[in-house]
């Protein structure tokens, strides 16, 4: 059976040689940091396993419970972070059907591409980075502590062993940068990859390109995924209404987040035909970064969901300092024992500082879990009697 599978797996290799664009990577191109060719992989190509993979980890299924946005808010039909992306790997899997790229290895970087997102979205991210710098181990950004869970601490601290080309579109999949084109870096290593998860925790303003067209296409569909998903639901909240678009914007991009999606990935397929680059018009660049702008201020920066922010901040905060706490008292009643680091490899745990574990506990979390830890750890119990 297994010599079946390999043939079928082997008569997919040789359609995508006939089917994809010279500009695309083929699934044999798949580079790992531990060789796994004498492994019996049966008919999944090379980045297809890193799907599965990347599905069945315990990262991914805590998407469920991130904030994509709007936090603290009791709606039903406002996006969550497990839908954001499930939209990014449709969206650029629809982009790179049209190209002809490799559309596994597209899925692959979509649906890890947030995985490193801390609770509380980019607010969470920031109140994270600043205490990672306050005791010394570096910036936080969701994009490299991404390719850290998949790699460092997926299955206990043993990783997933996922190809370059996938880690690298993640790591440099920074959707919140404005370009009209954008083109693949070309062949990297896995020292490359090393070397710029350094200089982005040293600089998180350094621009780092995707090795891969792939991981261009999924990098440009996620400001296209959120750009106007984001304005229907503040409309759904009230921040803002629909004639506040900037005009300009309208009248290229549409109102509404189906006429904005197709517009932007028309023109982006249209004008990136057969070139080994993605680009958009300029009239469309220029109009999505107008649009971009207007979110920031009307959206992102509106002071009727930021409210909570500062409670938020606070908690962040003291739940770090009681980790940190426990972790260096050795006390194992703590849940950054029992729900994180039992059963931890030891390479994990003798090369990572207390605060760095800490950092890694609470990235993890979903915003529920984090609330829970809050409330458990931060506020005080009523006891009916003392014994």
Known sequence: MEEELLKLRQILDQEE????????????????REDESSVILGHRQYFSLDVDRILHSLSYSRYIDKTQVFYLIKNDHITHRVLHVQLVSKISRTIGRLLRLNEDLIEAIALGHDIGHSPFGHDGERFLSR????????????????????????????GLNLSLQVLDGILCHDGELHQQSLTPYGDKTFEDLDREILQKMEDPNKELRPMTLEGCVVRLADTISYIGRDIEDAIRLRLIK??????????????????????LVSDLVYNSLNKPYL??????????GQLKRFNQEAIYQNKLIKTQTHKIELMFSLL??????????????SDIFSSFLEGMSEKY?????????????????????????????LIPEVKLQLF
């Open 17 to 32: 040689q006939r089917r994809l664009s010279p500009f695309a990577c083929p699934s044999l191109k798949a580079i790992r």
């Open 131 to 158: 205490l990672c710098v306050d005791y010394g181990i570096g910036h936080f950004l969701h994009n490299v502590q991404g390719v850290r869970f998949l790699e460092r601490i997926e299955k206990k601290g043993r």
């Open 242 to 263: 629909r004639e506040e678009i900037p005009k300009e914007c309208k009248d290229i991009l549409g109102d509404t987040n189906g006429s904005i999606v197709y517009r």
């Open 279 to 288: 680009m958009f018009s300029e009239e469309v660049a220029e109009a999505l």
């Open 320 to 333: 770090f300092e009681k980790y940190l706490s426990d972790l260096e008292n050795g006390d194992e009643g």
């Open 349 to 377: 745990i003798s090369e990572t500082p207390p605060a760095a574990i800490v950092r890694d506990f609470i990235a993890g979390m979903t915003d529920e879990y984090f609330l829970a830890q809050c409330q458990k750890n």
